[in-house]
């Protein structure tokens, strides 16, 4: 009677971990990285811009912002720059 | 054959035949203004690191995000400060300063030259002394004595007395030194 149920939830467990351990892998980037990213990108080819924004979601606009964002602080904007040397 | 191929690899050292470099599109005032942009957070942290406060460039840059001004244009204007401090001063009221220019519609490579005006003006990186202060540096009885002057034959020598260095082996070793064995 009982087995069922311990069954499926071990089976609800193991999809849970599944899927908690597939979103840590695929973690979205910080600012920081997201940035360093993008710029290094767009210094190696600067025709491409607008399409290297747009693969990481982003437009020159919101790109700006985030740009402004890292460089209003000083923890990000010292992890920018060690990244960018 | 030979001939033209030395003709076009002088023509190309001359610039008249289009290499590479010559075709790639040219660089439009936009790019340019990304690739400042790109370097806003360095310029920044370099402001902080020369001095400037941290609440003077949060100011700074709030003010610029509120006048719609693009990141590429805001490096120019913190580096005019940045470069007023290699000369050990700083603009009082940076911040308000460009904060006015700002909102009077001076953006870009303006904003950066009014600012460095306002520094000359101002006479911003630029000590009250030129020099060192007074009584400051070496006093004037420091230095060698009266009459102590390097003996006639002291320091380097004559041309031509020198031994001549053995430059027939490698790794400066004297040609009477056995090569050294593993």
Redesign the interface.
């Known amino acids: 009677m009982n087995r069922p149920l311990i069954l499926l939830a071990i089976c609800l467990s193991l999809a849970a971990c599944g899927k908690a351990g597939q979103e840590a892998a695929s973690a979205p980037p910080t600012d920081v990285e997201l940035?360093l990213i993008v710029?290094r990108a767009?210094?190696a080819n600067?025709?491409a811009?607008d399409s290297v924004l747009t693969a990481h979601g982003l437009t020159?606009a919101s790109f700006?912002?985030l740009?402004?964002r890292?460089?209003?602080d000083?923890t990000?904007?010292?992890a920018?720059?060690a990244g960018?040397r | 054959m030979r001939p033209t191929i030395y003709i076009f690899i002088c023509a190309a050292l001359a610039g008249i035949v289009p290499t590479a470099d010559a075709q790639a599109?040219a660089?439009t005032a936009a790019?340019s203004a990304?690739?400042r942009?790109?370097r806003?957070?360095?310029?920044?942290?370099?402001a902080?690191a020369s001095g400037v406060a941290?609440s003077t460039?949060?100011d700074i840059?709030?003010t610029?995000?509120r006048g719609a001004i693009?990141?590429g244009d805001?490096v120019p204007a913190l580096d005019a400060e940045i470069a007023a401090d290699s000369g050990r001063r700083r603009m009082d009221n940076f911040g308000s300063f460009v904060r006015a220019q700002v909102e009077a519609g001076v953006r870009g490579q303006e904003l950066a030259a009014r600012i460095r005006a306002e520094h000359a003006r101002r006479g911003v990186g630029r000590p009250d002394g030129v020099g060192r202060p007074d009584g400051v540096g070496r006093p004037d009885d420091a230095g060698r004595p009266a009459g102590a002057a390097r003996p006639a034959g002291a320091g380097r020598p004559t041309p031509g007395t020198a031994a001549p260095r053995d430059t027939s082996r490698g790794q400066g070793r004297p040609a009477n030194t056995p090569p050294r064995r593993p």
């Open positions: 940035a710029s767009i210094e600067i025709a811009t020159r700006d912002s740009l402004f890292i460089a209003a000083p990000m904007s010292a920018y720059a960018r | 599109p660089r790019d990304l690739l942009a790109l806003l957070p360095e310029v920044m942290q370099r902080r941290d460039i949060r840059l709030a610029m995000r693009p990141a805001a």
